[in-house]
């Protein structure tokens, strides 16, 4: 199914029109949808999709060549049947065939030829820099580990490195378009949805088993797809996430399972694992540069190059909600589903709150204040915390966020609470105060008195107007 990636198909359709030949690369992790944004791009154009499946060589090229003769064989004499006897081979034919006409070439699952042949990538830069001058190819390499395609691509070493032409990185859907994605499938609440959001995060694979499995009730949902004897979702993070990180998944697992449960800090991991902080933050900086699955905060003060206040969360929803519900809680689960079960459920509204400030920090990001903000994000020190600071040099705006339904009278302790934080703050300006709460009563009255207040109907209302869903 092919749902709202229009920005990247647009990308696509530019790429496609440049003169020549040109590599690029569509990379993002599993389940994102990669391999429906190629189909999209390949629907109206002269093109060949081959998948890259872990295979002898010879049984690909059989595959390859069925592909090539079902597309092409209108281009081709009667008498020609495509018979390559290696992956070069087929290469070179198809940058022979490209100099007469446009030909897209999509392999996914591209680093899947490091296992199938790893002397094809030295052979592929040499085709591709002796004939792409005289060759109209677009040659798209689609990749699931971000870590691997890094390697491959970005590593001066391998032989790649340097050849790519444009690079799309395909990213989970944010909060709005999760929640229209799935609204245009399935009658879902807002509230039910946030918990689901916060289970599934935005892709769309994932999102997919809501209209499956939702009947009403987002726990009994998350039951059947996490903490059933036969839950789909139960040994995801495990499937993707070992052949990502390879042999050394375990130290790796450690430290997102430390941060799905809080420990944050580089010390706090260290403490959590027993991992030497030095081997830390060395799995740090691949974890959030080169594997993408943490994301490095800093307090909205402070100067990310020079400050020591760092904290890490994982990025994607769904492998925070893994490690902290179903990872940590393997044995349980093994042994006595329903206690895991239980677990979970007197743990998730605190888990939700989190997520729910997240989706609040873009929400704020949306918003007209009346002023281009300088930064937007956390803020904190010590044992206190803002929930979303935003400003710029004359304006400062901070925000508590409650995945909660508050009353006029709980609203103005939670506002008054601001104030006193905002005495905390290096930051001199006009100060504003703002809510954003599950519901929220008495809101007009808050915006009558120069409070900025909202709640889950005004954040879903910043949904975009749904794409319409297409079957490839």
């Known amino acids: 199914m092919f749902y709202d990636r229009w920005r990247e198909l647009e990308k696509l359709n530019e790429v496609y029109s440049f003169p020549g030949s040109s590599f690029l690369v569509i990379y993002g992790r599993r389940r994102v949808g990669k391999t429906a944004l190629a189909r ?14 872990e295979k002898d060589e010879a049984l690909l090229l059989e595959e390859y060549s069925r592909e090539i003769e079902e597309k092409l064989s209108h281009h081709l004499p009667p008498y020609v049947k495509p018979k390559f006897g290696s992956l070069e081979e087929l290469v070179e034919f198809l940058l022979d065939f490209s100099q007469e006409r446009k030909l897209v070439v999509v392999f996914d699952e591209f680093q899947n030829f490091r296992t199938v042949k790893p002397s ?4 592929l830069q040499r085709l591709w820099d002796e004939k792409k001058e005289t060759s109209n190819l677009m040659l798209i390499a689609v990749g699931s580990y971000v870590g691997m395609i890094k390697r491959i691509f970005m590593d001066r070493k391998e032989p790649l490195f340097g050849r790519v032409d ?11 378009t999760s929640f229209n994605f799935v609204r245009s499938l399935v009658d879902v609440s807002p509230k039910d949805f946030v918990e689901l959001y916060s289970a599934l995060g935005g892709m769309p694979r994932y999102l997919l088993y809501v209209p499956r499995y939702y009947r009403g009730d987002s726990l009994k949902t998350l039951k059947a797809l996490f903490f059933d004897e036969f839950a789909p979702l139960r040994e995801e993070g495990l499937n993707v996430l070992k052949l990502e990180f390879g042999r050394f998944y375990r130290a790796h697992f450690s430290i997102l399972e430390a941060v799905s449960l809080g420990y944050v800090t580089p010390k ?5 694992t027993g991992m030497k902080l030095l081997t830390v933050g060395k799995y740090l900086s691949e974890l959030t540069n080169h594997f993408e699955y943490l994301t490095r ?44 079960f239980e677990r979970f459920k ?14 609040a920090l873009d929400f704020v990001r949306k918003l007209d204040l009346g002023f281009e903000p300088e930064r937007v994000g956390r803020w904190w020190r010590g044992g206190e915390e803002i929930d979303v600071l935003t400003y710029d040099r004359k304006n400062i705006i901070l925000f508590e966020v409650k995945w909660k339904d508050l009353s006029l009278r709980d609203a103005r302790k939670v506002l008054k609470s601001l104030e006193r934080k905002a005495e905390l ?48």
Do not use: C, M
Not at 40 to 51: A, N, V
Not at 167 to 176: C, G, M, Q, Y
Not at 301 to 322: G, Q
Not at 428 to 456: H, M, N, P, S, T
């Open 346 to 359: 007197a743990e998730f509204p605190a888990f939700v709150g989190k997520t729910y400030e997240r989706i």
């Open 120 to 123: 094809f990538f030295s052979s």
């Open 268 to 272: 706090e991991i260290s403490n959590k």
């Open 40 to 53: 999209e791009f390949l629907r109206d154009k002269p093109g060949l999709y081959f998948f890259v499946g």
């Open 166 to 176: 444009e690079w799309v990185k395909l990213k989970p859907f944010d909060f709005w």
């Open 297 to 340: 905060e800093v307090p909205a003060t402070e100067n990310p190059l020079k400050t020591r206040k760092v904290a890490y969360r994982i990025s994607d929803e769904f492998f925070n909600f893994w490690f902290r519900f179903v990872y940590h809680n393997y044995t349980t689960l093994e042994e006595n589903p329903e206690k895991a």
């Open 425 to 472: 703050l290096p930051l001199k300006g006009d100060y504003r105060f703002g809510i954003v709460a599950r519901e929220l009563k008495g809101k007009e009255e808050l915006r009558k008195e120069g409070f900025l207040a909202f709640d889950l109907n005004d954040v879903v209302q910043y949904s975009l107007t749904p794409s319409k869903p297409r079957e490839p």
